[in-house]
């Protein structure tokens, strides 16, 4: 499952950075065009203070944060709600040991939360908004007209795939017995095997 999401957020951001995009939004930050603080962000989408990022910047952790509950269906928002799937914290040690992402992943937050209408349909940072337009700002994303939008929205989708679905803090509640029985995995209260992982029905 992680591989899948993995390549798929691999080719997302190759789309965007062919045709510049992160390029130009990697240089508008380090030019200090786009705030990287947490600035204006509400609470609860903040790291916790005690949390000493890897990877992410506090903006970016609150970015990703909105995203995901909005992306993930409703038993998975429950779980990150809840805290019992702290998928920020899970992105940014993903992002640690996967190097190759943490530039682009990092641009294609800037990107979500600052980006400009049209590419990004929104006139205020994506942490500000209502969930409800956070879902119209990633459902207008995912059908849009232009290629680099419907890319931002798929490299956004499968890092919140990847950082959630990899935890091993998911895989009870939606009965996947995790990577061939990796350590931790149980179905039905059961140790998970190999076995169990090969039959998976990752469709389900």
């Known amino acids: 499952m992680s591989l899948h999401h993995e390549h798929e957020l691999r080719r997302s951001l190759a789309t965007l950075d062919r045709r510049g995009f992160l ?45 995901a509950l909005r992306i993930l ?64 700002v990633l459902q207008e994303l995912m059908v849009a007209r232009w290629d680099l939008s419907r890319a931002l929205f798929a490299g956004v989708r499968s890092f919140t795939w990847l950082a959630f679905y990899s935890a091993p803090e998911s895989h009870g509640p939606i009965g996947y017995p995790g990577p061939f029985g990796g350590r931790g995995a149980t179905i039905g209260g059961r140790g998970a095997t190999i076995a169990d992982a090969m039959t998976y029905d990752i469709e389900s």
């Open 73 to 136: 269906g409703p038993e998975g928002r429950a779980r990150v709600d809840s805290g019992a799937v702290p998928v920020a914290r899970r992105a940014d040690a993903r992002l640690a040991r996967l190097p190759g992402f943490a530039r682009p992943v990092q641009q294609a937050l800037l990107a979500l939360e600052f980006g400009v209408w049209p590419l990004v349909p929104k006139l205020r940072p994506f942490t500000s908004l209502s969930e409800a337009d956070r879902d119209t």
């Open 23 to 67: 390029r130009l939004t990697g240089t508008a930050a380090a030019a200090g065009l786009l705030p990287v603080g947490c600035g204006a962000a509400p609470e609860p989408l903040r790291p916790p203070p005690e949390l000493e990022l890897a990877v992410l910047t506090p903006r970016t952790y609150a970015t990703f944060q909105a995203a």
